[in-house]
């Protein structure tokens, strides 16, 4: 055991390293970027449901409970921003962590719709778990 999980399990915190396990839902349109983004976030022993856009990430967390939410921002039928602010205006989902992703530089429009990170693409599997173990953790 390293110092640092010792001072950690003596504190009684709890402190994730990596993401196995988490319930992802990914809100993504573009086939190539779904099947990418699944396949990083897949082989790092993630549990990942995707949605295409913010009208089925709605339906999916009536029906599901996930951890995280990785919201693209530009999506048909309903986009990224409405979708958040749905999410933060539904008592049963308020409280669920959400990163934006877009190809914009939108990251202050984004923390204003409600989320609670932001990424802006292209980016790499290392920035999505980076930004994951960031909220998680918090």
Same mark, same amino acid.
């Given at each position: 055991?390293?110092?640092?999980?010792?001072?950690?399990?003596?504190?009684?915190?709890?402190?994730?390293?990596?993401?196995?396990?988490?319930?992802?839902?990914?809100?993504?349109?573009?086939?190539?970027?779904?099947?990418?983004?699944?396949?990083?976030?897949?082989?790092?022993?993630? %549990?990942? $449901?995707?949605? =295409?856009? !913010?009208?089925?990430?709605?339906?999916?967390?009536?029906? #599901?409970?996930? /951890? +995280?939410?990785?919201?693209?921002?530009?999506?048909?039928?309903?986009?990224?921003?409405?979708?958040?602010?749905?999410?933060?205006?539904?008592?049963?989902?308020?409280?669920?962590?959400?990163?934006?992703?877009?190809?914009?530089?939108? %990251?202050? $429009?984004?923390? =204003?719709? !409600?989320?609670?990170?932001?990424?802006?693409?292209?980016? #790499?599997?290392? /920035? +999505?778990?980076?930004?994951?173990?960031?909220?998680?953790?918090?």
């Amino acid at each position: 055991m390293t110092s640092a999980s010792k001072i950690d399990l003596i504190k009684g915190i709890s402190v994730k390293k990596d993401i196995t396990n988490l319930q992802i839902l990914l809100v993504e349109d573009v086939l190539f970027n779904q099947q990418l983004c699944f396949h990083w976030l897949e082989g790092e022993k993630a %549990k990942v $449901k995707v949605a =295409e856009n !913010g009208k089925v990430a709605i339906e999916m967390l009536n029906a #599901e409970k996930f /951890d +995280i939410i990785l919201m693209d921002i530009n999506m048909p039928i309903m986009d990224g921003f409405e979708a958040i602010r749905i999410i933060r205006s539904t008592v049963e989902f308020k409280d669920y962590k959400i990163i934006a992703i877009t190809a914009n530089d939108d %990251k202050r $429009k984004c923390l =204003e719709a !409600g989320a609670d990170s932001y990424l802006a693409k292209p980016y #790499e599997v290392k /920035d +999505i778990k980076s930004e994951i173990l960031k909220l998680i953790n918090s």
